[in-house]
């Protein structure tokens, strides 16, 4: 996500707020500003690009003052730009703010501010909550922030300035990180802990719907009745490299926990009425477009194209329309059959991967409609398609992916749901029990996600062997693909997947004493085959983890170890769970092995050569 400080104090507030800005890189953005309290003007210097960038346009003779706010940006509503950059201002100059989140109302407030006279300048949603405290300002910045959080929806971190409260800055959250560190005569403020153990250890971390009026001497905490709250620092004691990574030892991992959240970003705005409604209008598909879809192609590399193989299962077993998954680099050279009334879906978390670029173009060439389900606002793929669905994942920095993965599938049962919906191919009931379990879906990933120590014994047996093989029949043979990428592209260890029914066609051959085997045997319609299945490799001595479902206790008996799924959840939604524990098995077998998981020989994040 975005990254955002604040300083305010006895010192030039510009060094500090370039310091901070730079302890904020990591994270990934494409756009930095700064606001500085100047002595009669807020000064507010921004540009698309690096910090760097920041500096240079700054030049020798920065902004003088004791108070400011600075932000890194990583673009949601409007492409990368000097203008959309933050901090955003009111209709006078004199209110800005930055801001981390997304508010889900901004359509509907602009146009309200719009007709009570306010003139916007940016696509954000952000410069809605500087007008709104401009509008509501009678006096006191922070009861015009208080007054101003409470007509947005939304997730939000932010910090506002107002040209003549020069002595203070006002922060708020919801949904999203951010804290103020306290020094002495000074105070920090950043939605990050890395920008702050620099300066301080003694830190308040707010909690959601407080409000914090920062001073240089003193930081007042309220909730959300506006009530101040006592509450003491805490003193955090990480190094600034593991606050980095959230105290976690690699961004693998810290991106592994933070699905939950991520998950709930992809479905703000989208699954309303806990789920029972999905509005998908942000789309704009015309009733009639949707009704004359008879063909989808969903194209894609990688983990991207793992996601579109549960697509295709999703798309066709709901929609009952014929669905091709095909791998970018091939769709491009295989001359595809694309017809009239074709959708064509392509998946790529960085949005400039150049084979999916090269087939998205190769689609719209050829007169089809392409639907992009990417995490990068302004990347090429979300510039060029003629529909965007944005997965939220936030920034993903190691390279294996892990929750844009997770957040592509999200994206794909939620747009399936949509067309279900849209189209009536489902009954009500049916539809509305659907939207209440992706609706709930964070909560059960939260659940396995807390059953992480289950998986270190298993990856400790794994990191010993050279080659392993995964196993799945229908949705589980999609996840197993997944699940044996992650482990060969950061352990090294030779990882096969297979559909589970064909290894007697010929890889059984390979089945030796010992040779680890993933199973996965949770779409209950073919346990029994997948039992065959796990038979025939115990058999020869293979060395079966399975991952089953609750309620499949039988298989137990049957295989060295076992890992059980929530049975609450329809077999549909499962790839969604199935995934984490396989994502930290390839985690831990690759810490075991000494290799360096975020940053796996001969890859990158982004590939874009053909
Ligand atoms: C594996 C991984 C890659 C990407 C692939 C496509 O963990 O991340 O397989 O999925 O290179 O990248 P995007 O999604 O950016 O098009």
Known sequence: MCGIIGYIGGKQAYPILIEGLHKLEYKGYDSAGIAVQGPDSLKIIKTKGKVSHLEEKAGEGFPVGFAGFGHLRWATHGAPSEINAHPQKACSDDFALVH???????????????????????????????????????????????????????????????????????????????????????????????????????????????????????????????????????????DVTSAEKGGYEHFMRKEIMEQPQALRETMRGRLLEGGRKINLAEL?????????????????????????????????????????????????????????????????????????????????????????????????VAREADKVFFTWAGPEIAVASTKAYLTQLFSLYLLTFYLAQERGAMEQIELQKAGEALYNLPDQVEEILN????????????????SAFFIGRNLDFAVALEGALKLKEISYIHAEAYAAGELKHGALALIVEGIPVVALAIQETVLEKSLSNIKEIKARG???????????????????????????????????????????????TAVARGCPVDNPRNLTKSVTVE
């Not at 595809?336 to 064509?344: E, F, G, I, R, S």
Request: glycine content about 6%.
């Open 100 to 238: 981390n989140g997304i508010i889900e109302n901004y359509l509907s407030l602009r146009r309200w501010l719009e007709s009570e006279g306010h003139r916007f300048v940016s696509e954000t949603d952000t410069e809605v909550i500087a007008h709104l405290i401009e509008h509501y300002y009678r006096g006191d910045l922070l009861e015009s922030v208080q007054e101003a959080i409470k007509k947005v929806t939304g997730s939000f971190a932010l910090i506002a300035g107002y040209r003549d409260e020069k002595d203070r800055l006002v922060c708020a959250r919801k949904d999203l990180p951010l804290m103020i560190g306290l020094g002495g005569e000074e105070n920090f403020i950043s939605s990050d802990l890395a920008a702050l153990l620099p300066h301080t250890r003694k830190i308040h971390i707010l909690e959601d719907g407080e409000t914090a009026l920062v001073t240089a001497s003193a930081v007042k905490i309220y909730n959300t009745d506006c009530t101040v709250l006592q509450r003491k620092a805490q003193e955090i004691t990480w």
């Open 284 to 380: 704009d598909f015309a009733p009639e477009e949707i009704e004359k879809i008879s063909k989808i192609f969903i194209v894609a590399c990688g983990t991207a194209y793992h996601a579109g193989l549960v697509g295709k299962y999703l798309l066709e077993k709901i929609l009952r329309i014929p669905v091709e998954v095909d791998v970018a680099s091939e769709f491009r050279y295989r001359d595809p059959l694309l017809c009239a009334d074709t959708l064509v879906i392509v998946i790529s978390q960085s949005g400039e991967t150049a084979d999916t670029l090269a087939a998205l173009r190769l689609a719209r060439e050829r007169g089809q409609q392409v639907l992009a389900i990417t995490n990068v606002v302004g990347s090429s």
């Open 451 to 466: 059953r992480e120590k289950e998986i270190p014994g298993i990856a400790s047996y794994l990191s010993r062997w050279e």
């Open 542 to 588: 293979g060395y079966v983890f399975c991952f089953a479902r609750e309620g499949m206790e039988a298989l137990a008996s049957e295989v060295d170890s076992i890992f059980y799924l929530p049975s609450t959840l329809d077999d549909i939604f499962l790839p969604m769970l199935a995934v984490i524990p396989l994502q930290f098995l390839a985690y831990y």
